[in-house]
């Protein structure tokens, strides 16, 4: 699909031979939602230890470090959380990194609570692209899910508050669940089929320790696409760009297109070239990692671009990570190894 495996920009490699290509920042570890597969409420209440402010990387600390990151290659840039619409002032730190050179891909994952407030500042400093997540739209699947923080409609006022302030093409991501969320997929499809957003349906992962995770809840993209062809028939697409994580497909009436994220049955660790930088600074090369380099202490101990750069190229080029490729393995040997949350990561 690919003229060739490896982007010609790229500066450095992994073990793999994957460049750098993304980074994924996680501006806040808080949420106001305690999604069951992410959060749940009985391990993290409300007033679990987060993260103390000055323990969050400054957004002086951010931009340097995207700067470092574009000159080894990083052109997209993803904000997320934790809710990263929690995060203070977020669009003065949009507005500076909309301006660094070499990033052409500026994003942000939210759970639409507060978009509605927060869209047209996204947009007037910057902000290209939104990606919602909404699991379902029967209210009391969504409450069950959240944790009972938010109604499907404050989320469809948000989405709507997004279009008005001018994102177009807003992806919807939905995490499915067995026997939690399955029966609503067609609903959302056809709420969102002919709206030019772009619903993408992602595998239940086994990211972090508290979800209590198990294959048998987790509904293989293949089956999901089997029941939307019958419905609405469906055609494979190409992907956009080398790395692209979901699977396209295109609504045969030319009413849009679904995508699939199928990072349980179908990895696509061979082609994953997206880095995460947490809340408090550690430097992650896997979703599933246990330990992050920790930038922040050199950051924050006088290091030179050089010292910083130099850090950073070196835990790429000796990446190793296939986690998804490799997950029962990893399962069974790292049964009580501790993985990092994924809402000190971002999704
Ligand atoms: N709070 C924001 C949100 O929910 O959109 C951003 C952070 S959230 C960690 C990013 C994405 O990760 C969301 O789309 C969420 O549904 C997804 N996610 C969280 N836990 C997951 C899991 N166990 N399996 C698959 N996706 C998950
Ligand atoms: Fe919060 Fe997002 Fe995690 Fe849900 S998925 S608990 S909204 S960080
Ligand atoms: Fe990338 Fe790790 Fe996910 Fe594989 S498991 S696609 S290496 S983040």
């Known amino acids: 699909m690919f003229p060739s495996a490896q982007k010609s920009t790229a500066i450095i490699t992994d073990q793999f031979q994957r460049p750098l290509h993304d980074l994924r920042i996680s501006v ?4 106001n939602f305690r999604c069951n597969y992410c959060m749940p409420e009985e391990e993290y209440p409300r007033h679990y230890n987060f993260l103390k402010k000055n323990e969050w990387l400054s957004f002086e600390e951010i931009l340097r470090l995207v700067r470092l990151f574009a000159s080894l290659g990083v052109e997209k840039i993803r904000l997320t959380g934790g809710e990263p619409l929690l995060r203070p002032n977020l669009s003065e730190l949009i507005e500076k990194l909309s301006k660094i050179s070499g990033i052409d891909d500026l994003s942000l994952t939210t759970n639409g609570s507060l978009l509605k407030e927060h869209a047209s500042a996204l947009k007037n400093a910057g902000l290209h692209r939104l990606t919602v997540s909404l699991d379902t739209l029967d209210e009391k699947t969504f409450q069950k899910m959240n944790g009972g923080k938010a109604s499907v409609n404050e989320i469809l006022k948000g ?7 001018g994102f177009d093409s807003i992806k919807i991501n939905s995490v499915i669940q067995r026997g939690v969320n399955d029966h609503d997929i067609l609903d959302l499809v056809k709420y969102f089929k002919g709206t030019g957003h772009i619903i993408r349906f992602i595998e239940y992962m086994d990211v972090g320790n508290c979800n209590h995770w198990d294959l048998k809840d987790v509904v293989p993209s293949k089956e999901i696409i089997a029941l939307i062809n019958k419905h609405f028939p469906l055609k494979p697409a190409e992907s956009n760009y080398y790395g692209e994580v979901a699977s396209r497909y295109l609504f045969v009436d030319g009413t849009g297109e679904v995508g699939f994220i ?15 930088l947490s809340t408090d600074g550690k430097f992650y090369t896997c979703l ?8 922040r202490v050199p950051l924050r101990s006088g290091a ?3 010292e910083l750069f130099n850090l950073i190229k070196d835990v790429w ?3 190793v990570d296939k986690y998804s490729e490799n997950r029962y393995l990893f399962r ?5 190894s501790h993985k990092v949350e994924m809402f000190q990561i971002g999704g």
């Open 262 to 276: 199928s990072s349980v049955t179908q990895p696509f660790c061979g082609t994953c070239t997206r880095a995460r």
């Open 288 to 295: 599933f990692a246990s330990e992050g380099k920790n930038l």
């Open 159 to 165: 989405i709507e508050a997004a279009e008005k302030a």
């Open 317 to 319: 080029s000796k990446r």
């Open 304 to 306: 030179s671009d050089e």
């Open 28 to 31: 806040i570890d808080r949420c």
């Open 332 to 336: 069974s040997l790292k049964e009580k």
